[in-house]
């Protein structure tokens, strides 16, 4: 207790840069634990917002391992990935595939041989780009059949499908109730009417709108056109 008197005694006329000294600590320990979590956030929300024509990655992150942020990517969008890695063993590179990229490259290697690698990635990506949607709210796979809503998977029916891809693809074009008939159900062999027509519409865009992205848009008495970007 003497001891611990005597300590306090002789640091008193320190106390403050004893303080401030405490302070730069827990701020400092506190960014440590907090940067990758906000890291992690701030790119995950910049990749939905922007997207990507293909993604560089390495298997050792800040916070945790890139295996599972490549999943986490094949599970929102089709875009490439190439896993860049020092980690070189048989099974790190089985758990890349496994997570859905498309190459594992390690370390060492050719700079010339990675460019090409992603060369040929993008235009990979490009000649499907005509099969897939994305605005940053919504993403439809096409060749998939999977759809992705403000980052969420949203479960379509067939039909649903056919619809969305039949909007998007005639973008700002005036699609009459008679086109849509014709191209959605006549070519099956099924017989719908307006009515029929108007439901799908709707079921359509409460799965894909919200507030603020309205998509199909109703052209009294003719039909629906999907508005452009």
């Not at 320990?29 to 390495?58: C, H, N, Y």
């Not at 005036?174 to 099924?190: F, I, M, P």
Request: aromatic share 14%; proline share 3%.
């Amino acid at each position: 207790m003497e001891t611990l008197k005597k300590f306090v005694k002789y640091y008193a006329p320190y106390k403050g840069v004893f303080f401030l000294d405490l302070l730069c600590a827990a701020i400092i320990s506190f960014v440590d634990l907090a940067f990758p979590q906000i890291l992690r956030s701030l790119t995950k929300t910049l990749f939905l917002k922007e997207g990507a024509d293909v993604i560089l990655l390495d298997v050792n992150l800040p916070d945790g391992e890139g295996f599972d942020f490549c999943k986490w990517v094949k599970e929102r969008t089709p875009v490439p990935v190439l896993f860049l890695t020092a980690r070189d063993l048989e099974e790190d590179a089985l758990c890349g595939y496994e997570a859905g990229a498309e190459d594992y490259v390690t370390k060492p290697f050719s700079m010339k041989i990675l460019l090409k690698k992603i060369d040929v990635l993008c235009r990979n990506g490009s000649r499907q780009e005509h099969r897939c949607f994305e605005d940053g709210f919504l993403l439809v796979d096409f060749d998939a059949a999977r759809a992705w809503v403000g980052g969420k998977e949203c479960v379509l029916t067939p039909t649903e499908f056919r619809m969305l891809r039949y909007f998007t693809e005639n973008a700002g074009v005036l699609l009459t109730y008679s086109v849509l008939l014709e191209k959605l159900w006549d070519s099956t062999g099924a017989y719908v009417d307006k009515h029929t027509l108007a439901v799908n519409v709707n079921r359509l865009r409460k799965k894909i709108e919200d507030e603020e992205h309205r998509y199909i848009l109703n052209v009294y008495g003719m039909g629906y056109q999907w508005a452009e970007a």
